[in-house]
């Protein structure tokens, strides 16, 4: 990778704005805005425990990653229509097209959705046209990335995975998120190795609260090809070191990380670290609805807390293309226009 000359503080600004840029890890629930959670539960009848839109928001104070998905689920709860679904990736992929992101991978839950009588096609078709849309109207391309809720029993991700797999054109991967703490990778272990033999990209969250042992087993248990969070790694120098070699990608999540709690502020983060320790980290929103901000917010607000500089910017630029499920070629195009970006 080239050595930037130098460059001001505006324009570090101003790159960090306008380069292109994949986001990994958001979670298309967690787009979900207290504006539209009350359109939807009036346009479906649904009733929720709050009186207004900032009475929602104002609930928004998370002490750990638990007390965020009781009101995450409750949020959720709205989306009962393939319209609905739509409505919310499209709200999603407008955000990520004014932040300059190109390309991104969206998760979603569909457990959160089957478990209260919406059909799998319900929820993956809302999703899907909502990212060919993007595609064609928009200049961003969007892929689905189902996720595993861990709180839940591997018989019920099986389930989930069969209900899933009439649409295995829709989605290029799965992964693992929900409730860390007590429930390990390993608990996981057979449905990944099915959907490995499906030739389904592997992802999973591992180490937000969870020990480094998490990443590890996520690694050689799951096999997966990205870690989602992976924050604690910096707690076990071997795994750093097998990290870096490896080339194995964290996605990282800095205000998610801030509003649960993990660092007791932004300008604790370890980004720094993990990126001069060599591994290919990158910068995500996780759920933007309720951290606080959306792409361009995280870049901006942890250079602003951390004195990360425009080198550490172009880095995590190339690492988030570098760290995507994107086929070779496009994946060169748009590493090309991040340099065409710094380096102009
Ligand atoms: N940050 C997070 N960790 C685990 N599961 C999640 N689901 C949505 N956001 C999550
Ligand atoms: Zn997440």
Redesign the pocket.
């Known amino acids: 990778m080239n050595t930037l000359p130098p460059i001001s503080a505006e324009r570090l600004v101003d790159l960090l704005r306008t380069a292109p840029k994949a986001e990994l890890h958001i979670?298309i629930?967690?787009s979900l805005e207290p504006e539209l959670i009350f359109a939807l539960s009036q346009r479906n009848g649904i009733a929720i425990p709050y009186a207004s839109v900032d009475e929602l928001r104002r609930a928004y104070a998370f002490s750990n990653?638990q007390s965020?998905?009781d009101i995450?689920y409750a949020g959720a709860s709205v989306l009962i229509t393939e319209q609905d679904f739509y409505d919310m990736a499209w709200a999603y992929l407008l955000k990520a097209q004014a932040d300059h992101v190109i390309h991104t991978e969206i998760?979603f839950?569909p457990q959160t959705h089957t478990a209260r009588g919406v059909a799998m096609k319900t929820v993956i078709d809302g999703l899907h046209r909502a990212c060919q849309d993007a595609h064609a109207k928009l200049g961003v391309s969007a892929s689905l990335i189902l996720?595993f809720l861990r709180h839940l029993s591997e018989e019920d991700a099986f389930a989930t995975l069969e209900d899933a797999l009439p649409h295995r054109d829709q989605f290029i991967g799965v992964g693992l998120?929900?409730?860390?703490l007590g429930h390990p990778p390993e608990k996981f272990a057979r449905v990944f190795a099915r959907c490995r033999e499906l030739g389904l990209h592997l992802v999973a969250?591992a180490g937000?609260e969870g020990p480094p042992e998490y990443i590890w087993s996520a690694l050689d248990v799951l096999k997966v090809e990205r870690i989602?969070?992976g924050v604690q790694s910096t707690r076990d120098a071997a795994l750093m070191k097998r990290l870096a070699a490896e080339r194995i990608p964290l996605t990282v999540?800095p205000l998610?990380n801030q509003k649960?709690c993990v660092f007791p502020n932004l300008a604790d983060h370890n980004l720094g670290r993990l990126l001069d320790a060599g591994l290919c980290a990158t910068v995500n929103s996780?759920?933007p609805a309720y951290f606080g901000g959306y792409m361009n917010d995280n870049f901006l607000q942890t250079f602003a807390a951390t004195g990360l500089t425009a080198q550490h910017a172009y880095t995590l630029m190339r690492n988030s293309f570098e760290a995507s499920f994107l086929a070779p070629a496009a994946k060169r195009a748009m590493l090309d226009r991040v340099d065409a970006a710094f380096l102009a």
């Open positions: 979670h629930e967690g990653l965020f998905l995450y998760f839950d996720c998120d929900s409730s860390e969250h937000e989602d969070h999540c998610s649960l996780d759920d």
